[in-house]
């Protein structure tokens, strides 16, 4: 019960602390008890994991080899089978929040702490715990509830590291388009009409600095430069100081031929950021020399964007200051 000011008679709670209490309620009690990894750190995973991030870094292969710190999660993953572990108060915590109408769920963040390197051969186990749930917030995907879960992660029984992981389970806030608003054809965020006066929304500006000033020095010239160190002969995008593969400071530039495939994608939805028209795809861009780029896929419509699509290099005029390389790919 609480008091109002004015007259200090009691009024009831709101429905919206009602219902926070009883989530509230599951905070402390276990989300996975006595969890064990599906398989003990091995050299096989740390490979593929590194190829996909693009890490060549030594530490990560050879007799004394540790796995990447960022992996911590990888070895605790159930797959499609899930893990004998898991409690129910965990999976009821998330029937009420169903039951409340927040059916849709997004993964918002999460946060590492690492207390010792994890090795091949180490044998993986865990505990995790439901720590809070958030009273009810607004956001532009709907209103709902974040639920936070941290995971004690041990190797060979020694604990190695903590990760905290955060969802948002919540009330959509919009209906989908009706299929004729669908069709509806969209013009980019630049174009659309703006307040009397008012100059269209910027893309923002990227950071230049010393390091990667001759990185966009070459999109003035409609040319796609990769740093190659002058040592090893490594390849390396995006532009670093030095080789992540030697450690040289010393390099020079190749320039990128414009082919490449789409090695992974994501179609952004929300949030919407101004000059930005979503949904759009962006895509992880394996080029024809071996790096990978971030960038905009362009020519094909967001849904039609699939891995292995081939793209080819184009310069994208965003507004009369910014020019940004892009890939276009054909639905042929």
Not at 302 to 323: A, H, M, N, S, T
Request: proline share 9%; aromatic share 8%.
């Amino acid at each position: 019960m609480t008091a109002t000011p004015a007259t200090g008679a009691a009024e009831p709670e709101t429905e919206a602390a009602r219902f926070h209490t009883l989530l509230t309620a599951f905070e402390g009690q276990p989300a996975a008890t006595a969890g064990q990894g599906k398989d003990a750190v091995n050299e096989p995973m740390i490979r593929h994991w590194c190829e996909a991030m693009g890490d060549a870094n030594p530490a990560y292969t050879g007799p004394d080899a540790i796995a990447p710190p960022t992996m911590l999660q990888a070895w605790t993953m159930g797959g499609l089978s899930g893990h004998a572990g898991r409690s129910s108060a965990y999976d009821d915590l998330l029937a009420l929040l169903d039951g409340a109408g927040c059916t849709s769920v997004v993964a918002t963040d999460c946060e590492q702490e690492y207390l010792r390197p994890l090795r091949p051969g180490d044998a993986i186990t865990f505990d995790a715990v439901i720590e809070s749930v958030s009273p009810r917030k607004t956001t532009k995907l709907g209103t709902g509830h974040f639920v936070t879960t941290r995971m004690d992660v041990r190797a060979n029984g020694e604990l190695a590291g903590t990760h905290r992981f955060r969802i948002l389970k919540y009330v959509p806030a919009a209906k989908k388009p009706t299929e004729q608003e669908a069709k509806k054809p969209t013009e980019p965020a630049a174009k659309k009409a703006t307040e009397p006066g008012k100059k269209p929304a910027q893309r923002p500006r990227p950071v230049i600095n010393r390091d990667n000033q001759g990185f966009w020095d070459g999109v003035r010239e409609h040319r796609l430069l990769i740093q190659r160190c002058t040592a090893c002969a490594t390849l390396r995008f995006p532009w670093l100081p030095g080789c992540n593969t030697c450690g040289s400071p010393d390099w020079d530039t190749v320039e990128a031929s414009g082919a490449g495939t789409v090695f992974s994608y994501v179609v952004m939805h929300h949030p919407p950021f101004p000059a930005f028209d979503p949904p759009y795809a962006v895509a992880l861009v394996e080029l024809a020399e071996g790096v990978r780029m971030v960038s905009n896929i362009t020519g094909v419509p967001y849904d039609k964007v699939r891995i292995g699509l081939p793209v080819r290099l184009e310069f994208l005029r965003v507004d009369e200051e910014l020019e940004l390389p892009v890939f276009r790919g054909s639905e042929a």
